[in-house]
């Protein structure tokens, strides 16, 4: 049973690394979003949509979500953040949940999320 990994990036000036890692019943992706150009609302946009196409390829979903971290640069977008997260999440099978504020690795990124699941 090997790894599988998703998105991974080989860029100059960047560390090496994948988003999404899975292994038998266990699948882990974290992520930024791509055009940090855009508010809090359209960067946490991207990184759900970004989490529904490894989910996918991974064989899993929503309903599998076992662990949920997240980074906010700016607290006061928590309330936002909640928002979308419960609007995207299988409200039936939510998972465990943390939020902090934290230094982000450049200065137009808002959001960085990691999510666990099974599969």
Same mark, same amino acid.
């Given at each position: 049973m090997g790894l599988e990994r998703f998105g991974v990036i080989d860029e100059l000036n960047r560390p090496r690394i994948c988003l999404g890692l899975a292994r038998g019943d266990w699948f882990t992706v974290c992520t930024t979003a791509r055009d940090r150009s855009a508010d809090i609302r359209g960067q946490i946009k991207q990184? /759900?949509?970004? =989490?529904?196409?490894?989910?996918?390829?991974?064989? @899993?979903?929503?309903?599998? /979500? /076992?662990?949920?971290?997240?980074? /906010?640069?700016?607290?006061?977008? =928590?309330?936002?953040?909640?928002?979308?997260?419960?609007?995207?999440?299988?409200?039936?099978?939510?998972?465990? =949940?943390? @939020?902090?504020?934290?230094?982000?690795?450049?200065a137009e990124a808002l959001v960085e999320i990691r999510i666990g699941a099974a599969r």
């Open positions: 990184v /759900l949509l970004t =989490f529904d196409g490894y989910m996918a390829e991974a064989g @899993c979903d929503k309903s599998s /979500l /076992l662990t949920a971290q997240v980074w /906010l640069k700016h607290m006061r977008d =928590f309330d936002v953040m909640t928002e979308m997260w419960n609007g995207w999440i299988d409200t039936a099978n939510p998972p465990t =949940f943390s @939020c902090v504020r934290a230094d982000m690795s450049t």
